[in-house]
């Protein structure tokens, strides 16, 4: 375990940095997971490092949106598992929501990989190992989810997704929660509800939203989800990158 000095102008980054190092490491997190993380980092960079108050209304939606849903799932890949995996199993515990591993490059070992590291961090029940429906549109392996899992679902969060399969879920009807930190990437511009934040900060602060939320009725609930305006979430952050 590497020792990161809390006081580094840049111990955030490089605490990130280690975990998807480490989940390498340990087989949960693929090599183009390395990439994806460093295209993140510089969409963080130049977003300032923090959480936008746009992004923060947009976990707050979010939060509410998962708290209505009828089935919720979280879907966690090798680079969610690598860097959240307690705040992902707190969100869903707070949330009452499933946890599916889902990923892009699908091996048998991963997927028990990471089923593993959620459970070491309590996760209860984990998704995804069964694999009885797919999605439609994807290719064989990209499509495979669990039938009482995302593909009954009615709300679906998507950390860090690809485009396609992005698309493919808003085309079955699902309404997605997108937490990626490129605005202009297909995913987020997919979503119901664009989060662009890192996923370090989006999931704990989504957790506290949600506790917040927790004995508001259905009418407030609806109300937040409805205030909420993804256009502007998305230029918002666009115009902060373009303003710098
Ligand atoms: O584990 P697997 O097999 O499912 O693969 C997962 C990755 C992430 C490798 C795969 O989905 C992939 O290739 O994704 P992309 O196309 O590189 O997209 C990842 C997106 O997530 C990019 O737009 C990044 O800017 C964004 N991103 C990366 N790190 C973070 C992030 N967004 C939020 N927080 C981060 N920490």
């Known amino acids: 375990e590497v020792e990161i000095p809390e006081d580094h102008p840049r111990y955030q980054s490089l605490l990130t940095r280690h975990r998807i190092e480490e989940g390498v490491e340990k087989g949960i997190t693929s090599k183009q997971g390395l990439i994806a993380e460093g295209r993140g980092e510089s969409f963080d960079y130049l977003l300032g490092e923090e959480t936008l108050p746009s992004a923060d209304e947009a976990e707050r939606a979010a939060a509410a949106r998962l708290l209505l849903a009828e089935q919720a799932v979280l879907s966690v ?122 996923i370090i900060r989006a999931i704990p602060n989504m957790t506290s939203h949600a506790r917040d939320l927790a004995g508001a ?21 666009e115009n902060v990158i373009r303003d710098i």
Do not use: C, W
């Open 217 to 237: 009725s259905s009418e407030e609930l609806e109300a937040i989800v409805a205030e909420f305006d993804r256009e502007t979430a998305l230029s918002e952050a």
């Open 77 to 198: 890949n090798g680079n969610v598992a690598a860097l959240v995996p307690g705040e992902i199993v707190e969100l869903a515990e707070v949330t009452r929501a499933d946890i599916e591993v889902n990923l892009f490059n699908r091996t048998d070992e991963r997927m028990q990989a990471i089923a593993d590291h959620l459970r070491d961090h309590g996760a209860e029940d984990v998704k995804g190992l069964t694999a009885d429906a797919r999605i439609a549109g994807l290719e064989h392996e990209r499509g495979k989810v669990d039938e009482d899992g995302i593909y009954s679902a009615d709300v679906v969060l998507v950390p860090l997704e690809d485009g396609d399969r992005a698309e493919a879920l808003a085309e079955m009807g699902k309404t997605e929660l997108v937490i990626d930190l490129n605005p202009l990437s297909r995913s987020p511009r997919t979503a119901a509800i664009p989060i662009i934040d890192n």
